[in-house]
């Protein structure tokens, strides 16, 4: 008679599963008339807003308030950075009626403060700087009480280009770093630390109140961020946003940890302690995120 050999049970090994969203990272779905307002508005100039290409958590609140963050220069980036939704590839779109079709959408808006942003268009010897341009002009034309802010791009130390897009009038300058210096090759393999300082340097320089914003939860440390608010005071850094990285498909960057309000908190102390004028600081807050507030401070 044959020994039966009992084969030992291997049971399935699961794979591992992600955190899931706290609580604190809850947000409310688009709805109400005002939301509505700005949605037929956007739509009917053919307009594209970081709102939507980023998969902004606060779209239904600010646009709901009545306001939104445009972007200028088509919807197509020429980076491919880790962690951002907007499409990367070669963009074809070069619209010169933009700047009017912005303007306008501003004006029927009635918003009293308006973001504009776009996306990287390296392609461009100047990267874009004369839409950048005409699009404040021309907005600063049809509605001159309403005060600016630009979140605008690396320029590869393009510092005509930069001059031309932050001399038309506009309050605020803005210029993401978006992480720590030792995540950078990770977080924007197409960008440079030390570059996206300078240009903070050249636009204090100018006489812009300067802003920049970085994301927290894709591993850095807590020294790190210390060390990058230092060197953004160095550079002439104003206004600082920090908020919670999301990670927007799964193609994109993993989130490395849910960091909890209080910390956010403690940056926020910590960042004014460092020479920081205003620091926006919680887990949904983005660049635009009452951006109203950065003009006068």
């Not at 807590?222 to 193609?251: C, E, F, S």
Request: aromatic share 6%; net charge neutral; proline share 5%.
């Amino acid at each position: 008679m044959e020994e039966i050999v009992m084969l030992p049970v291997i049971q399935p090994v699961e794979a591992p599963t992600k955190a899931r969203k706290p609580d604190w990272l809850r947000v409310k779905l688009p709805v109400g008339k005002e939301y509505a307002k700005v949605r037929n508005l956007v739509d009917q100039y053919k307009l594209h807003t970081i709102c939507e290409s980023g998969n902004c958590p606060n779209m239904g609140e600010c646009w709901g308030a009545g306001t939104a963050t445009f972007m200028i220069l088509g919807n197509v980036c020429t980076r491919s950075c880790s962690f951002c939704a907007v499409a990367t590839g070669r963009p074809n779109e070069y619209d010169q009626d933009e700047p009017r079709r912005v303007a306008e959408a501003i004006k029927l808006m009635g918003v009293k403060h308006a973001v504009i942003t776009s996306v990287n268009r390296d392609e461009l010897k100047d990267r874009g700087a004369s839409i950048w341009h005409e699009t404040v002009v021309q907005v600063k034309q049809l509605s001159p009480e309403t005060t600016i802010e630009t979140l605008i791009p690396d320029v590869k130390a393009n510092w005509d280009a930069l001059l031309t897009m932050i001399s038309a009038g506009q309050e605020v300058v803005s210029h993401n770093m978006e992480t720590v210096k030792e995540l950078y090759r990770m977080v924007r393999p197409q960008a440079k630390y030390e570059r996206s300082l300078e240009q903070i340097k050249h636009i204090k320089e100018y006489g812009k109140r300067t802003k920049s914003g970085i994301m927290l939860g894709v591993g850095e440390t807590k020294d790190q961020v210390y060390q990058a608010i230092d060197d953004l005071v160095a550079n002439g850094l104003d206004i600082l946003t920090l908020g919670q990285y999301l990670q927007p498909t799964k193609r994109h960057l993993e989130v490395a940890e849910f960091i909890h309000p209080d910390l956010f908190a403690h940056y926020r102390e910590e960042g004014l302690n460092r020479g920081l004028k205003y620091v926006e600081s919680g887990p949904l807050v983005r660049s635009s995120y009452h951006a109203e507030r950065h003009v006068f401070i």
